[in-house]
């Protein structure tokens, strides 16, 4: 049984640089959610999907941050343009309808410099 | 006051021992309990709900005390392998999981 898969699983980019995280949930998962993590911060909710459907966004640090959902089995983030203090470990998860049960992918560390 | 609070250790504990962790919230209204692992530079990975009647999987056991709003997670015969961070999460019966910050165990040959 597939989990939640996310690529790339390391991105190393310079500042100003685009970059895109990609997301693909647990099939027959409705509910996804992007997490970024820092040693300083801990897991911090960045944006919840439910349904396709953007439900919260507001811990999106700033407008340099955008998510997509185009359809069941797949999402982006994307940091545009990308800054030293974007540096982090980016996870997505996903639970179903029956449940809270969260699972997370292996995450992106992204490293921008 | 964070809504998880979780003592961050190091628990360090040699190998065979029992060990616990407690984690306590501050919402009454939370609904659904979690004890989560993560080891390091890994994801974190769902280690069991928490239920009312409490709960066992193999060495874990996990217990859920809504008056003095805890949850606690009970490790028995502790292997290496046990050395992670255990985080618990809370949920309000929403899509906000309120993460604590985590308790480190190492377990030592």
């Known amino acids: 049984d597939a989990g939640v898969i996310q690529s790339p699983r390391h991105e190393v980019t310079e500042m100003g640089q685009e970059v895109t995280l990609r997301c693909k949930p647990i099939s027959g998962h409705n509910s996804l959610f992007w997490y970024r993590q820092t040693m300083m911060r801990g897991l911090e909710l960045l944006i919840y999907?439910?349904?396709?459907?953007?439900?919260?966004d507001s811990g999106m640090p700033e407008d340099r941050f955008s998510a997509k959902m185009p359809n069941a089995s797949f999402s982006t983030l994307k940091i545009q343009p990308s800054e030293p203090r974007d540096s982090a470990v980016y996870f997505c998860?996903?639970?179903?309808?029956?449940?809270?049960?969260?699972?997370f992918g292996p995450g992106t560390r992204l490293t921008v410099t | 006051r964070k809504e998880v609070e979780q003592d961050p250790g190091p628990f360090n504990v040699p190998e065979g021992a029992t060990v616990a962790f407690n984690c306590t919230y501050s919402?009454?209204?939370?609904?659904?309990f979690f004890w989560y692992r993560q080891d390091c530079r890994k994801e974190p990975k769902l280690l069991m709900s928490?239920?009312?009647s409490g709960n066992e999987d193999g060495r874990f056991t996990a217990q859920l005390n809504r008056a003095s709003q805890y949850i606690s997670l009970l490790i028995r015969d502790s292997k290496l392998s046990d050395s992670a961070t255990y985080l618990c999460v809370v949920n309000k019966g929403t899509y906000k999981y309120i993460f604590g910050t985590g308790t480190r165990l190492k377990v030592l040959a």
């Open positions: 919402n009454s209204a939370s609904q659904s």
């Open positions: 928490v239920y009312s």
């Open positions: 998860a996903s639970t179903g309808t029956l449940d809270y049960e969260q699972y």
């Open positions: 999907f439910n349904n396709n459907v953007p439900i919260d």
